[in-house]
C-alpha cells in the first residue's frame, strides 16, 4: 500500500542523484522508440513512444516531460487517444502551455505569488491574476528535461525524465533535483514515479497536468462522463481560486461524488462554489482509504480510467476555460469543457496555510510519490 502525503526517505549525496535516478529501460527495446522532434534553447526535444504487450501507446516528451498521446481501446476494440496534445513540435512549443505537462515547483496557486519560509518572504512571478499559478510562467512544464539512456532492465516499458531547478529559479529557495519516471504496464496503467532531493529548506507540489476525454481527445465534451472521487470534504476557495481555509464537506452539495455522477449532472447549480470556479475547479480532500481514489467512465464506449495516488488531494477541473482556440491532434479544436483533469497533489496555497498538510521539503530528505492512470474497459 502506497504512503500517503509526503514520503521521506534517507538520501543519497545530491550530486548522484542525476546518475542514479533514472537507470531503467524495457526487456524488449522495441518496445520503447525514441524520435528527435526539435529544439528549444540549446536542447534537443524527443519524442519517446510506448508500446506495450497489448500493443496499446502511449507518448512522451521531455518538454515539459509530458505525456503526449495515450491510445487505448473501446469495448469493441477501437483504438483512440484519450488525452490532450499537439502533432507539431511548434504546437508543444506554442500551444497551451499544460497540456501533459509535469508542473512544479509548486503545482496550483499560491496567493499572491508570496510565501514565508524559515522568517523569509519569497516573492514568485504572478501569471494568474493575482496569483502564481503551477511553478511560474518559468515552471518546470516550459523546460527541456535530460532523458538519459537506461541501462537497467525493467518488466515494463519506462522513461524517466531529470531536472536540476536551480536555486531562487522562479523564485524558489533551493537546488533541487527532480526525477519524473513513467512506466506504461500490460495492464494499461501508467505509473508516474517523482523523486525530489533540495539542498535547502523549500516548498514542493508537483502533479502531471493531463487533460482527458474518454470518448477521444476533441470528440466532444465531457460532460456525460461519470466521475467518482472517494472524497468527504474539498477546499473552498475565493474569487481568485485561493482557498479560503475551509474543507467544506460534499454532503448535500454538488462536490459529492462519492456515488458516480454525470460531470454535467450539476454543475449549473446554484451553488457558491460552482460559480466561484465556472464549474468544477478545486481540489478535493482524498479519503485515501481505498486502492482507487477516484474513477472516470464513459458508458457510450466502455472506457473506464482509475486513478490511484498517495497524495492528500487531487484537483478536479473540467476544463471551463478552454474555448476552441487550442487546436490538437487531428486538428480537432478543444472546446469548451471538452478535457477534464485529475491531478494528484496537495492543497493550493499550502505554504500559506499551516493547517494543511505540510509541503516543506527539508535538506537532507527526499520526495518520493506515486500516481497511476489505470485504463480499461467495462
Known amino acids: ?57 502511449i507518448k512522451l516528451s521531455n518538454f515539459g516531460a509530458r505525456i503526449t498521446w ?58 494568474n491574476g493575482p496569483n502564481s499559478l503551477h511553478g511560474g510562467p518559468g515552471g518546470w512544464h516550459s523546460v527541456v528535461w535530460d532523458c538519459p539512456p537506461s541501462s537497467e532492465v525493467t518488466k515494463y516499458p519506462t522513461v524517466c525524465f531529470t531536472y ?24 494499461n496503467e501508467i505509473i508516474i514515479d517523482y523523486t525530489c532531493t533540495t539542498d ?7 502533479t502531471n497536468h493531463a487533460y482527458f476525454n474518454l470518448h477521444g481527445a476533441g470528440n466532444g465534451d465531457i460532460l456525460d462522463h461519470e466521475l467518482m472521487i472517494r ?36 454543475i449549473g447549480a446554484a451553488y457558491d462554489q460552482l460559480k466561484l470556479g465556472k464549474g468544477y475547479d478545486h481540489t478535493f480532500v482524498l479519503n485515501n482509504d481505498q486502492p482507487v481514489d477516484a474513477s472516470v467512465y464513459d458508458s457510450s464506449t466502455g472506457r473506464l480510467m482509475e486513478v490511484m495516488t498517495d ?13 476552441g482556440k487550442a487546436v490538437g491532434h487531428g486538428n480537432k479544436p478543444y472546446i ?23 509541503t516543506v521539503l527539508n535538506q537532507g530528505d527526499k520526495f518520493t510519490s506515486r500516481t497511476i492512470y489505470r485504463f480499461s474497459v467495462k
Open 311 to 323: 497524495q492528500p488531494g487531487v484537483q478536479f477541473y473540467c476544463g471551463n476555460f478552454l474555448d
Open 200 to 206: 535547502k529548506k523549500t516548498v514542493l507540489n508537483i
Open 70 to 127: 495515450i491510445e487505448v481501446p473501446d469495448r469493441n476494440g477501437r483504438k483512440e487517444n484519450v488525452t490532450f496534445g499537439y502533432d507539431t513540435f511548434d504546437g508543444m512549443v506554442n500551444g497551451d502551455p499544460y497540456f501533459g505537462a509535469v508542473v512544479g515547483r509548486y503545482a496550483n496557486r499560491i496567493a499572491k505569488g508570496k510565501f514565508t519560509l524559515s522568517g523569509k518572504e519569497y516573492s514568485l512571478a504572478l501569471n
Open 164 to 187: 536540476h531547478s536551480q536555486d531562487m529559479e522562479e523564485g524558489y529557495p533551493g537546488n533541487m533535483n527532480t526525477g519524473v519516471t513513467y512506466t506504461w504496464t500490460d495492464d
Open 1 to 57: 500500500m502506497m504512503r500517503k502525503g509526503f514520503c521521506y526517505l534517507s538520501v543519497m549525496a545530491a550530486a548522484l542523484f542525476l546518475i542514479t535516478a533514472c537507470k531503467m529501460t524495457t526487456k524488449n527495446k522495441s518496445m520503447i522508440t525514441r524520435e528527435l522532434i526539435g529544439n528549444y534553447k540549446g536542447k534537443d526535444v524527443y519524442q519517446l513512444t510506448l508500446v506495450n504487450k497489448q500493443g496499446n501507446t
Open 231 to 266: 472524497a468527504e470534504r474539498f477546499v473552498a476557495v475565493d474569487s481568485t481560486l485561493i482557498p479560503t481555509g475551509e474543507l467544506r464537506h460534499v454532503e448535500g452539495t454538488p462536490f459529492d461524488f462519492i456515488t458516480p455522477h454525470k460531470v454535467g449532472e450539476r
Open 336 to 358: 469548451f469543457r471538452s478535457g477534464l483533469c485529475l491531478e494528484s497533489g496537495h492543497y493550493p496555497d499550502s505554504p500559506n496555510h499551516p493547517d494543511f498538510p505540510s
